[in-house]
């Protein structure tokens, strides 16, 4: 247990759907992450909100749409998915910089499994 | 931009034995994270290194941050089943003002009972 959960942990989803995933941190963490991990692929950084405040969207496709309404929750918003859109979504938080003024160890949640038929 | 490449790609070892592997940067890097994903399952921090030269364990895992500060080292000691998974090394993106962490690609580990 990291103290990040997720939900669900699994989704099977039509293209035409719209559902959200659901992100939880319990670690008084400021920033948040949201990353898919595709079959033999590396990890893939999708949004990052630090202090509630998006960061970057790493050129990732309108279909997926971040929210953070606070410092412990996060949820990714997705509608007209497609087929290759299938993958292990990951969401992760850390403290922020740390006095070394390096980023803090990320932690990660146990990801949501989608499926997009 | 920062890249981190990691070897060997995958292993396959028979239980008991001891397990090296690496990862290396083309530039500097101030911190490297080590991780292991399980079968499913989100990444778990299992080392974090700070300083060049610093050797750090936990349990039969053992770590270390390059003298050069571009490379680091994951071994497992008398390895068991449960060390199977995906290793991965990650350290921080010196290029960007916000916190965002950057990942090798893994070392996949399978463990022969």
């Known amino acids: 247990e990291t103290g990040v959960t997720q939900t669900p942990r699994h989704l099977v989803m039509g293209m035409t759907n719209k559902k959200s995933l659901k992100c939880e941190q319990h670690?008084?963490?400021?920033?948040m992450y949201w990353y898919k991990q595709s079959a033999k692929k590396p990890l893939e950084l999708m949004f990052v909100?630090?202090?509630?405040?998006?960061?970057e969207n790493n050129s990732v496709p309108s279909r997926f749409s971040p929210e953070c309404p606070n410092s412990s929750h996060l949820f990714l918003h997705l509608h007209t998915l497609q087929p290759e859109d299938s993958a292990l979504y990951l969401c992760?938080?850390?403290?922020?910089?740390?006095?070394?003024?390096?980023?803090?160890?990320?932690?990660f949640g146990p990801g949501t499994r989608l499926t997009v038929t | 931009g920062q890249q981190l490449n990691q070897s060997p790609q995958s292993m396959f070892i028979q239980e008991g034995e001891d397990v090296s592997m690496n990862c290396t940067s083309s530039?500097?890097?101030?911190?490297w994270l080590w991780y292991k994903q399980d079968p499913g399952e989100g990444p778990v921090l299992l080392i974090a290194?700070?300083?060049?030269?610093e050797l750090t364990s936990n349990g039969r895992l053992t770590a270390q941050f390059g003298i050069t500060r571009k490379d680091s080292f994951l071994n497992i000691s008398a390895s068991i089943p449960s060390d199977v998974g995906i290793y991965f090394c990650?350290?921080?993106?010196?290029?960007?003002?916000?916190?965002?962490?950057?990942f090798g690609p893994g070392t996949s580990l399978s463990v022969i009972p």
């Open positions: 992760a938080s850390s403290k922020g910089y740390s006095d070394r003024g390096l980023p803090y160890e990320q932690y």
């Open positions: 670690l008084g963490h400021n920033a």
């Open positions: 909100y630090s202090l509630e405040e998006r960061v």
């Open positions: 530039s500097i890097f101030n911190t």
């Open positions: 290194l700070y300083k060049a030269g």
């Open positions: 990650a350290g921080p993106d010196l290029e960007t003002s916000y916190d965002k962490v950057i």
